[in-house]
């Protein structure tokens, strides 16, 4: 099987990877470097629960090759917490109660820190846009729309 | 899912002579390509990775034309000065094709290769009267969008060849223009019928130019020629949106499908249709 060797910095840490020539960035960051908080929901870029961000901004990695992420920096949800502190928006999902199974929440996590990153103070439709791809089943959209305001106020007067 | 070799050209000439191969095609932002290789649509022993290819990603306006490189991704389109000022709907369709991933991934060139009659940019494309330009290793030529287009998938272009760029005429001041929607939902949705438009009046009210184009409802994205002609020359009254809604029907041919009946796209397009023209018929509305 045809393989293909990718050089990309995941979460600050550049790496070398040779791996299956059709597999995706999904499957590199679970199989090759067992990040597996990245999920795989629908394998189709419609459900959002396998978005990292690439160069700053949302994708689904489902739909990225291994090859095409060469030269990327890729942050996952691995990837946001320091020091064992964790990110503002994890912190503010966890507190506003705006997770239930779970499935969705790194997707949602990482469509918010780039939401957050570009508009510090988003409106509550700006906040629905940006999350127009993940899906969640289970929590509801409330408790995750709160959680989002909650960061966007706590970074705003950090 | 048959697995596939993966090349990276770097330049333009590269990708050209890696896609000469037989059994090659070309992947962007995969956001078409990897769905439908994963359902087994889609087959290729090699995927040539265009992304590297410098120079495929500008809008331009230049020498009274704006060329988009067919890799510019739906977030830049959404971004662009150039066509914010000269062309707004396609900026504003940009921001409603699938979500942020989406749209930080999918291309102009990729929706249009996909040739989906739902794809969101191809009316807009249509009604800007857009050219699409082609590269391969055997040479370059251009042709209009409305003839590339052959039917659901299917396009006028090769397996070597490439889309390079989409060229149209920046709309001229004072034109109206609106792309609608209509689908299952707000969001992440493919549409069930979508219509775009350009429309310039006169002083009085009277149109004088009037395109109509429609997704959604036929093989292809479709113009609605008998629509354009009877809004040409006539006052923009409810009379005459009514008139242009029914010719607008008649052009199209729906399908029933998983996402609506054909009675109810046929039902759409007249809705769409009213609902278009009646805003730009308001003072100011859809205006540059």
Redesign the interface.
């Known amino acids: 099987m045809s393989q293909v060797t990718v050089t990309l910095t995941v979460n600050g840490q550049t790496q070398t990877i040779t791996t299956d020539a059709h597999k995706t960035l999904l499957y590199l960051l679970r199989d090759d470097l067992g990040l597996y908080g990245t999920k795989d929901g629908c394998s189709e870029g419609e459900c959002g629960a396998c978005t990292v961000l690439m160069d700053g901004r949302p994708v689904n990695a489902c739909l990225v090759l291994a090859g095409q992420a060469q030269g990327r920096t890729i942050i996952t949800i691995e990837g946001l917490a320091g020091d064992g502190e964790l990110h503002p928006l994890q912190r503010a999902f966890i507190r506003s109660g705006a997770v239930q199974c779970g499935f969705c929440t790194p997707g949602l996590v990482l469509s918010a820190v780039a939401l957050l990153e570009r508009q510090p103070d988003p409106t509550e439709a700006q906040i629905r846009q940006a999350l127009t791809g993940n899906l969640c089943r289970c929590t509801g959209y409330t408790q995750i729309i709160a959680a989002i305001q909650a960061a966007a106020r706590e970074v705003d007067h950090a | ?1 048959t ?4 090349l ?1 050209p770097q330049t333009l000439a590269e990708a050209c002579h890696a896609l000469a191969a037989a059994g090659r095609r070309p ?1 962007a ?3 078409d390509v ?2 439908q290789w ?2 087994g649509r889609f087959q290729a022993e090699t ?1 040539v ?1 265009l ?1 590297r290819v410098p120079g495929l990603s500008d809008v331009t306006l230049r020498d009274g034309e704006i060329a988009i490189g067919a890799l510019s991704t739906y ?1 830049e389109l959404h971004a662009s000065p150039v066509l914010r000022a000269h062309a707004p709907l396609l900026a504003e369709v940009s921001a409603m094709i ?5 749209q ?2 999918g291309t102009i060139g990729g929706n249009i290769a996909n040739a989906s009659p739902a794809g969101d940019t191809l009316p807009p494309l249509l009604v800007l009267d857009a050219q699409v330009d082609l590269i391969s290793a055997a040479g370059e030529r251009s042709l209009a969008l409305s003839a590339f287009l052959r039917g659901p998938g299917q396009t006028a272009s090769e397996a070597h060849e490439i889309i390079r760029r989409v060229r149209f005429a920046p709309l001229p001041r004072g034109a109206r223009s609106l792309f609608l929607r209509l689908g299952n939902r ?3 949705v493919i549409s069930v019928v979508s219509a775009a438009f350009v429309l310039q009046l006169d002083d009085h009210g009277r149109v004088e130019e009037a395109r109509v184009a429609l997704g959604a409802v036929a093989p292809t994205a479709i113009r609605c020629a008998e629509a354009e002609a009877l809004l040409r020359g006539r006052p923009l009254d409810d009379d005459l949106i009514a008139r242009a809604a029914d010719a607008a029907v008649a052009a199209a041919r729906p399908i029933d499908d998983v996402r609506a009946s054909a009675a109810y796209r046929r039902h759409g397009v007249r809705v769409l249709v009213r609902r278009g023209l009646t805003q730009l018929s308001a003072p100011g509305g859809g205006e540059q």
């Open positions: 899912m697995p596939f070799d993966f990276s992947i932002g995969g956001t990897i769905p994963r359902a995927l990775d992304s977030t699938g979500g942020a991933q989406t930080n991934r707000q969001g992440m």
